[in-house]
């Protein structure tokens, strides 16, 4: 069973920095795709980044970009979104999502197939 856990969410003022961390746990010896995706209460789950199994690759909407920047440990399933010039419009609670089976484009969430619990962050004006 594949577990995935976020952290480093909180309350920043507008124009700062976060860093947030996930890591998947629970299948040795495999690197995937991983995503983060952004929600508030009311609206559907919205693509914010992703990076190929081997971090060659990242993509980033257009909302965030030039402003956010999403990593992985070398060999690992940990990645990292470094979050800069943050917004009030960055309010939402953060997931990361896995994907492991499915296959399809990075920017829908369906094709992810475990997802952490979230973090939030809370951008003050």
């Known amino acids: 069973q594949v577990h995935v856990e976020e952290s480093g969410g909180g309350l920043v003022q507008a124009g700062g920095s976060l860093r947030l961390s996930c890591a998947a746990s629970?299948?040795?010896?495999?690197?995937?795709?991983m995503g983060w995706f952004r929600q508030v209460p009311g609206k559907e789950r919205e693509f914010v980044a992703s990076?190929?199994?081997?971090?060659?690759?990242?993509y980033y909407a257009d909302s965030v970009k030039d402003r956010f920047s999403m990593s992985r440990d070398d060999g690992e399933n940990t990645v990292y979104l470094q979050m800069s010039s943050l917004k009030p419009e960055d309010t939402a609670r953060y997931y990361c999502?896995?994907?492991?089976?499915?296959?399809?484009?990075?920017?829908?969430?369906?094709?992810?197939?475990?997802w952490g619990q979230g973090t939030q962050v809370t951008v003050s004006s």
């Open positions: 999502g896995a994907q492991i089976y499915n296959s399809g484009p990075y920017y829908r969430y369906n094709v992810y197939d475990y």
């Open positions: 990076i190929s199994w081997n971090g060659d690759n990242t």
């Open positions: 629970g299948l040795t010896g495999s690197r995937f795709p």
